[in-house]
């Protein structure tokens, strides 16, 4: 969870760095591919961590003083502007590691995030301590009577602006203020926290199963605060680095050695024209697809091969929708063409409330307006007689060139072509010439539109994959409570209330 800009430097010197298990970029050393060598290589690495963790703590008061200053003189002028600031959040480190598709760009990915800030703040809002409202409260009434006084004062005999500390303590007082204040939620706010979990989930696209039945406990709330940290927190992170990196590397890195290069040496594979690549960045579904993760009957791999939490499967579905040109493996294609069925079957019963598409469109349709507008032109689709192969329902497809600007970072072409999830639902036909750009109703341009794309295929996958779970622990359940009834029924000389009493206790 703790990862700063110092320990992440550390991390690529040692793992691709001049100190790694690498050769060259994108060659492996021929021995870290030996089961053989793993030891040996596991303990040139050990001892390459160890090194380094020693300089880093030999070099940690310098570092440390240095580290200060850099932030003092990074943040001050941000504070003195906007005290807030530091009393705000932002996505840590470890999230944009954790949240980050296989082969994302960053530009990608920081459009998500941005996307899914507004949600998880409001979020992580509905969450207050009473006690710590009512300090917060207090001191803030407190310091902001101090500052408005030392101003008032100010006005009445202007030779008290005079002196530096009257200036430091107004100033002081105001960031203090100003921090204290964004503790305190709006009392006529009304939270719903499971919702804005779900329009999180629709940019983010990964979290653990029990974010999504437990949305409304703390316990969530917490392990949120790891990827979507105060901004403060991430700056004591930062002061404290130096101090922090060589405990890291010494005490706890340099152990796990011989389960990195383990790693390097199980999912590595060689592609021609590249080189030594992660085997996990091909988005193979047969060798590292999940079973609860709509890729049943597809993939072969086992616990240790599986990627989690639908890794594997929605890195695939994003690729392709960011590379709409790209020819997929053939059983990548498979997948995916086998997904957009079962989306397409789903929709044909989108009149159904429990139905995982109809919960998928709601969910999406609390994003914003204008997506409100094209989930309103599905469920009129679906009404109506589904298009063949070769033809197409036109829903005001428009030819009007739309100006899109930051077309150099932006998330796939700037131009409409068809392979969507949305188009082939809404049944639209795309030139697909560059520089053409088709419009809905909605006026979403071909960007917007990618993303509402992405989002409803990771909400209709996580609604099918808690399914799955629920389906599988009723069935768990099931088994359970039967081989007891039966062993229960062998035995008649046990008592009913013993009967009643475990199946309670269980």
């Not at 709601?362 to 409100?372: D, F, T, V």
């Amino acid at each position: 969870i703790y990862l700063s800009s110092g320990l992440e430097y550390n991390l690529e010197l040692l793992l691709f760095g001049s100190l790694s298990p690498f050769k060259g970029t994108g060659t492996l050393k021929e021995e870290c591919k030996k089961y053989t060598k793993r030891r040996e290589v596991a303990t040139e690495l050990s001892r390459n961590i160890l090194i380094c963790g020693v300089i880093n703590l030999v070099l940690a008061p310098a570092i440390l003083i240095w580290q200060f200053l850099y932030e003092y003189v990074t943040y001050s002028g941000i504070v003195r502007h906007e005290p807030g600031s530091l009393g705000m959040r932002k996505w840590s480190a470890y999230s944009k590691l954790y949240l980050r598709h296989f082969n994302e760009l960053d530009h990608e990915l920081n459009a998500r995030l941005s996307r899914a800030y507004k949600p998880a703040r409001e979020y992580m809002r509905c969450f207050s301590s009473p006690l710590l409202v009512i300090i917060a409260r207090g001191l803030a009434q407190i310091t902001g009577s101090v500052v408005v006084c030392l101003i008032i004062w100010g006005l009445v005999k202007e030779k008290i602006l005079l002196f530096n500390f009257v200036i430091m303590l107004i100033g002081f007082g105001t960031i203090l203020f100003m921090c204290l204040s964004s503790f305190v939620p709006d009392e006529n706010a009304v939270f719903l926290p499971n919702q804005l979990m779900q329009k999180m989930i629709a940019d983010v696209h990964y979290v653990p199963d029990h974010f999504k039945k437990l949305a409304h406990t703390s316990i969530v709330r917490d392990e949120l605060s790891h990827l979507f940290q105060y901004k403060f927190t991430y700056l004591l992170e930062e002061l404290f680095s130096p101090l922090i990196t060589p405990y890291i590397l010494i005490f706890h890195l340099r152990h796990r050695a011989l389960d990195i290069v383990d790693f390097f040496r199980s999912f590595t594979v060689d592609v021609a024209g590249v080189g030594d690549v992660c085997s996990f960045s091909l988005m193979d579904v047969t060798k590292h697809g999940n079973h609860n993760w709509l890729s049943q009957g597809h993939t072969k791999a086992d616990q240790y091969q599986q990627a989690e939490d639908g890794k594997t499967e929605l890195s695939l579905i994003h690729f392709t929708l960011m590379n709409p040109h790209w020819q997929p493996p053939p059983s990548s294609n498979m997948f995916i063409q086998d997904f957009k069925e079962q989306v397409n079957v789903a929709r044909e019963q989108c009149t159904n409330i429990g139905n995982p598409f109809y919960n998928s469109l709601n969910s999406l349709s609390s994003l914003g307006i204008q997506y409100a507008s094209l989930v309103n032109s599905l469920h009129q689709s679906a009404h109506q007689s589904h298009p063949g192969p070769n033809s197409f329902i036109n829903y005001g497809v428009s030819s009007e060139r739309i100006p899109i600007t930051g077309v150099t970072c932006a998330e796939g072409p700037p131009y409409l072509v068809e392979g969507g999830l949305l188009t082939g639902l809404c049944g639209i036909n795309v030139n697909g010439e560059v520089g053409e750009v088709c419009s809905l109703p909605n006026d979403l341009n071909p960007i917007q539109i990618r993303a509402a794309d992405m989002s409803l295929s990771a909400l209709y996958m996580h609604e099918v994959h808690n399914r799955q779970l629920q389906s599988c622990g009723a069935q768990g359940d099931r088994t359970q409570s039967t081989n007891q009834q039966e062993e229960n029924n062998g035995n008649e000389e046990s008592p009913l209330l013993e009967i009643i009493t475990s199946n309670y206790t269980q």
